[in-house]
T-cell receptor, first 109, second 116 residues
């Protein structure tokens, strides 16, 4: 069925390195994507969003890339910090904001 | 700006009992969402309100779950009767009205429900 899903369940990076979290979607009708960060015991927190008329959007230390040809988006975190350790979810507006299982990011000091 | 408020934060009940959760969205946010998040999984949308009307409740198990947002502000989610598989965190989120450029949702801290 239609879904938004994440490739890797866990990603470990060294503090200061860049992190890349990937997400695939299957419905070409999706036109709005959101990345959320969820720390343990807390609700998801909005990080950045992107519309399908864009290929790239930058925020503070984060960049989201959208490749509509292969239905793939990625979240890049520059100079990863220990505070970035969390589970990251992508969601799209078409698929009832389905979050998938997420990718857990572990930042090693 | 106050965030999304939820209560209670924790609830333990026995199966077949009833439970209700309360949510107060951010002031001025017309859209309200209830999600169920089972341990190790992402949030699953249960119901979406636009003001006091239901936009989408296709994933709400209507035989036991109900939700209302009578005055278009606060909302309650009820489970009656509860089953063991209802053990999860119930998240409430709100966002500005649809038609704006962003669907950015602001989440509350959630209510952790344990059904024994």
């Amino acid at each position: 069925g239609e879904s938004v899903g994440l490739h890797l369940p866990t990603l470990s990076v060294q503090e200061g390195d860049n992190s890349i979290i990937n997400c695939a979607y299957s419905n070409s009708a999706s036109d709005y994507f959101i990345w959320y960060k969820q720390e343990s015991g807390k609700g998801p927190q909005f990080i950045i969003d992107i519309r399908s008329n864009m290929d790239k959007r930058q925020g503070q230390r984060v960049t989201v890339l959208l490749n509509k040809t292969v239905k793939h988006l990625s979240l890049q975190i520059a100079a990863t910090q220990p505070g970035d350790s969390a589970v990251y979810f992508c969601a799209d507006n078409f698929n009832k904001f389905y979050f998938g299982s997420g990718t857990k990011l572990n930042v090693k000091p | 700006e106050a965030g999304v408020a939820q209560s209670p934060r924790y609830k333990i009940i026995e199966k077949r009992q009833s439970v209700a959760f309360w949510c107060n969205p951010i002031s001025g946010h017309a859209t309200l969402y209830w999600y169920q998040q089972i341990l190790g999984q992402g949030p699953k949308l249960l119901i979406q309100f636009q003001n006091n009307g239901v936009v989408d409740d296709s994933q709400l198990p209507k035989d036991r779950f109900s939700a209302e947002r009578l005055k278009g502000v606060d909302s309650t989610l009820k489970i009656q009767p509860a089953k063991l598989e209802d053990s999860a965190v119930y998240l409430c989120a709100s966002s500005k009205a649809r038609g704006t450029l962003s669907y950015e949702q602001y989440f509350g801290p959630g209510t952790r429900l344990t059904v024994t």
